[in-house]
T-cell receptor
């Protein structure tokens, strides 16, 4: 069964450093999502792509976060510089289209020291 | 703006007992509703979803949920739980006003099944 791949699974960094997370969605899925999940809370949407275009990045802290999905396939989420409050699980999900089941990857757990 | 409330942050229940996890949403328009489950150290996976039609929706692993428009609720139920149902459960809502399917997740309910 196809799965959403994410790397790395764990990342420890010091504040003010740059970090990057990678996501490879299920083949053929047009929609890709990046969520942030703080311990004990539900996922919060950071950015949503439809193919290579951003359709929602209203909750993305654009002064330090950036996301791209070149060629409409895999995607990278970057944080520069990282802050202590960025410690969280970063989840990637994909879906075939709109109003459809989202398939989640295992996540990247970020710890900022 | 839409929002999701899951009043019970933690629900302990004995094995083979029934369980109901509550979900209420706030939206002024028609909605799509979802329940996702997150097992320890795993990603989220879909349990069930309501898009239209019958208000009683059946999902995987014996779970079902009922959409109640007048009460803006979408409670999740299972008649008899197993140890393996221990997980975090998230209710989610997507309204029909956006051209894309932005989904808002609730804070989650931690279900602990006691042997």
């Amino acid at each position: 069964e196809a799965e959403v791949a994410q790397s790395p699974r764990y990342k420890i960094t010091e504040k003010s450093q740059a970090v990057a997370f990678w996501c490879d969605p299920i083949s053929g899925h047009a929609t890709l999502y990046w969520y942030r999940q703080i311990l004990g809370q539900g996922p919060e949407l950071l950015v949503q792509f439809q193919d290579e275009s951003v359709v929602d990045d209203s909750q993305l802290p654009k002064d330090r976060f950036s996301a791209e999905r070149l060629k409409g396939v895999d995607s990278t989420l970057k944080i520069q510089p990282a802050e202590l409050g960025d410690s969280a699980m970063y989840l990637c999900a994909s879906s075939p289209g709109t109003v459809d089941t989202q398939y989640f990857g295992p996540g990247t757990r970020l710890t900022v020291l | 703006a839409q929002s999701v409330t899951q009043l019970d942050s933690q629900v302990p229940v004995f094995e083979e007992a029934p369980v109901e996890l509550r979900c209420n949403y706030s939206s002024s328009v028609s909605v799509y509703l979802f329940w996702y489950v997150q097992y320890p150290n795993q990603g989220l996976q879909l349990l069930l979803k309501y898009l239209s039609g019958s208000t009683l929706v059946k999902g995987i692993n014996g779970f079902e949920a009922e959409f109640n428009k007048s009460q803006t609720s979408f409670h999740l139920r299972k008649p008899s739980v197993h140890i393996s149902d221990t997980a975090e459960y998230f209710c989610a809502v997507s309204d029909r006003e956006t051209s894309y399917d932005k989904v808002i997740f609730g804070p989650g309910t931690s279900l602990s099944v006691i042997p």
